[in-house]
């Protein structure tokens, strides 16, 4: 995938993204989230490429970014700096959720969905479904469980369709920010 590929994708979920709670949690103003959030899946794209893997339908309507937790997923080279260059003012915010959703990442090995999102005027078609179902058939055929982390009760029931279970409670960000949902699906037969 060559860098403006990988821009088209980040910036799909960046636009996807925007208005979901937990954007909102990290800033009040929507073109300087947009452009922060959009920042740091450029990062996050761009590094699972080498260390995962990104799920795309046909027409760049959805996107599945996943990395590889089977052997310790190494760090984005200079993502410190690289987050602060992309988030400006809303870095802060940025780090504090990153610490939180680490702080509750399994240590287990699997295979993490950072990222799932379709355009909103093509959601409910089955997009992300069908994005995942490629992805899980490569799972299930090597053995391997999943993590993700569904940003509400209504996504973490489409994710519960797919086989993914609630792993643990749900944890909230501060500050009065939204909740997130971890979810663990084993590999099927």
Known sequence: MSVSAYGAVAAMLADEFNELPTARWLSDDPEERRKAVRGQFELLVEHALGHGGVVTSGDLDGAVVWFDHTAGAPPIPGYDE??????????????RLDQV???????VPHHYVALVGVREAKRGNGIASAMLRRHHRVLDRDGIPAYLEAVSPETARLYGTLGYEP???RYGLEDG???LYPMWREPQA
Do not use: N, Q, S
């Not at 690289?82 to 780090?95: H, K, M, N, Q, V």
């Not at 959703?101 to 240590?107: G, I």
């Open 82 to 95: 690289r987050l602060a260059a992309a988030c400006g003012p809303t870095i802060d915010r940025f780090r």
């Open 101 to 107: 959703m680490e702080d509750h990442h399994p240590d």
């Open 167 to 169: 792993l643990g409670e």
């Open 177 to 179: 920010g939204p909740f």
